[in-house]
């Protein structure tokens, strides 16, 4: 307020408060090795609202998209809002399935149908939390040129590894204008800042600032932000990434200490999610149920499907629970699973 009160309480550019919009370019070259000009950022209300913009400006009541599957459930949402549809290929240890994608985009190509765009979260999937490989990132830029469409690539959770070595962006490894990457301040500096972004080809950042029609997102909280992140940013995420694998070691230990035979699950080296299956006999959405009455939740692994399956998968997410509550949890879980079991009489 005593710097810049003025204009932080008024309206702003359609792209961003500039202030921001350098503080991050600066960031994203350091860190992600994503080089942009001003005129290739756009920031948005959170990550969600650019993936909003973008299938705004390019999908249409019938278009096809592809993504993976299991996936975030919100980008889902959208696509249905649009009316358009899902087509999913798997998701394994090592992230998206390129044997798949590439069988997925020669099949749609026999049928005549061109997909709008391939949407992928490439570090700690959303759900899953696994990352894909450097190799497939390069082999989704390989067929997204070949097939004509766009890569959408959701890199929220990039910041937050706490394990393992980093994987460049896909959107490094294209020249082509073809990946289009976006990213959000909700997981580093806080979800209700509601503060996003978009990189992309500066004709496309012009074309969708005309579909954002909100006068600037969130522009006292830009104003914010750009003051604040260059001198302490990083060590915020430094205790962010302490705190998130504390509750990740915490949860896998539980894990191990409580669930019977023939329950796996994903470990990931960062972001706030991992991936359960249970024996196929147990229903997750019936051991939800009965969880939820005992005060445990977790997200049944159908709601991220674009085809329903998944239906003794979940997600568990470490992000927001407090370490005490992280035990106690699942045995909740647990012991409804091994009475499912029982039941079955396996």
């Not at 029609?213 to 969130?218: A, E, H, K, L, Y």
């Not at 995420?237 to 896998?252: A, C, G, S, V």
């Not at 998968?313 to 499912?340: C, H, M, N, P, W």
Request: hydrophobic share 40%; glycine share 10%.
């Amino acid at each position: 307020m005593e710097k810049d009160g003025d204009w932080a309480l008024q309206y702003g550019k359609d792209t961003g408060t500039p202030a921001l919009v350098d503080a991050l370019r600066t960031k994203l070259a350091r860190d992600q090795g994503i080089v942009a000009g001003r005129d290739s950022v756009m920031l948005t209300s959170g990550g969600s609202q650019a993936c909003q913009l973008v299938l705004d400006l390019l999908v249409d009541p019938g278009d096809t998209v592809i993504v993976e599957s299991p996936t975030w459930m919100g980008f889902l949402y959208m696509i249905k809002n649009l009316k358009a549809n899902a087509v999913g290929v798997p998701v394994d240890e090592h992230g998206t399935n390129v044997d798949e994608l590439e069988k997925t985009l020669a099949r749609l190509k026999s049928e005549g149908i061109r997909p709008k765009l391939i949407y992928v979260i490439p570090n700690f999937q959303n759900p899953m939390g696994v990352s894909t490989t450097l190799e497939r990132r390069k082999r989704i830029v390989e067929l997204a040129r070949e097939y004509g469409t766009i890569v959408l690539e959701d890199d929220a959770y990039y910041d937050l590894r706490f394990g393992g070595e980093p994987i460049p962006p896909i959107q490094t490894l294209d020249e082509s204008g073809t990946v289009w990457y976006t990213g959000t301040f909700s997981k580093i500096v806080g979800a209700g800042m509601r503060l996003g972004w978009l990189v992309a080809p500066a004709e496309v950042i012009t074309q969708i600032s005309v579909l954002k029609t909100d006068g600037s997102s969130n522009v006292f909280g830009a104003h914010v932000i750009a003051e604040w992140l260059p001198e302490h940013l990083d060590d915020h995420i430094e205790q962010l990434k302490l705190l998130y694998r504390r509750r990740r070691d915490l949860t896998l230990d539980a894990l191990s200490t409580h669930m019977p035979d023939g329950v796996t699950w994903t470990v990931p080296d960062g972001g706030f999610f991992l991936w359960v299956t249970l024996p196929e006999v147990v229903d997750a959405t019936i051991v939800r149920s009965q969880t939820q009455e005992l005060g445990v939740d977790f997200l049944p692994g159908t709601v991220c499907a674009t085809d329903g399956s998944a239906t003794n998968q979940f997600r568990l997410s470490y992000s927001f629970v407090t370490d005490d509550q992280i035990d106690i949890g699942i045995k909740t879980i647990a012991d409804v699973v091994k009475g499912e079991l029982a039941e079955a009489g396996a």
